[in-house]
T-cell receptor, first 109, second 113 residues
């Protein structure tokens, strides 16, 4: 079983929509969760991270962890065409990182 | 400018011909890591290094070697490349005190014929 699973999409939404991106993880002991954004032909860049459970908000982005169901979510409010990218969830355990396969998002003007 | 650089950016080679992909960072980071990214499989960690002369296997180390002789450099070595190592490779680094914040390089696209 993979450490983290992610729906690959692709996802296409109109500008201004609320976007929900989701991942599930396998081990309830995981405590460090991240979301990376990757533009086409670029390396991933860290968008947000959360520790343990609960929500974390940064501007239009909200990261949420539900430890009871082992579910990680990223919400994007008022989505913009510049948000079009691939979003990868990730987990850190010790010195290793495990990534989801990524969800491709297109925001249509 | 703080950055992670990789060379070459694109490489076509043939089975069995040894190659090295270089990675360098100018942020004085202790931790460096190599990943490969494949469609449907996502980003997978190959090797990582906590500091000079300290390296460890990630999720998919078979067929790869690394070395960390200097803090800023972390080359990835494919001694006998095979077609299943055709992939997009990323190097990343982070400071020891920053548990989660990795900085990624621009990627190296490798094709092994």
């Amino acid at each position: 079983q993979k450490e983290v699973e992610q729906d690959p999409g692709p996802l296409s939404v109109p500008e201004g929509a609320i976007v929900s991106l989701n991942c599930t993880y396998s081990n309830s002991a995981f405590q460090y969760f991240m979301w990376y954004r990757q533009y086409s032909r670029k390396g991933p860049e860290l968008l947000m991270y959360t520790y343990s459970s609960g929500n974390k908000e940064d501007g239009r982005f909200t990261a949420q962890v539900d430890k009871s169901s082992k579910y990680i979510s990223l919400f994007i409010r008022d989505s913009q065409p510049s948000d079009s990218a691939t979003y990868l969830c990730a987990i850190n355990t010790g010195n290793q990182f495990y990534f989801g396969t990524g969800t491709s998002l297109t925001v249509i003007p | 400018e703080a950055q992670v650089t990789q060379n070459p950016r694109y490489l076509i080679t043939v089975t069995g011909k040894k190659l090295t992909v270089t990675c360098s960072q100018n942020m004085n980071h202790e931790y460096m890591s190599w990943y490969r990214q494949d469609p449907g499989l996502g980003l997978r960690q190959i090797y990582y290094s906590m500091n000079v002369e300290v390296t460890d296997k990630g999720d998919v180390p078979e067929g790869y070697k690394v070395s960390r002789k200097e803090k800023r450099n972390f080359p990835l070595i494919l001694e006998s490349p095979s077609p299943n190592q055709t992939s997009l490779y990323f190097c990343a680094s982070k400071a020891r005190g920053a548990r989660l914040t990795q900085y990624f390089g621009p990627g190296t696209r490798l094709l092994v014929l």
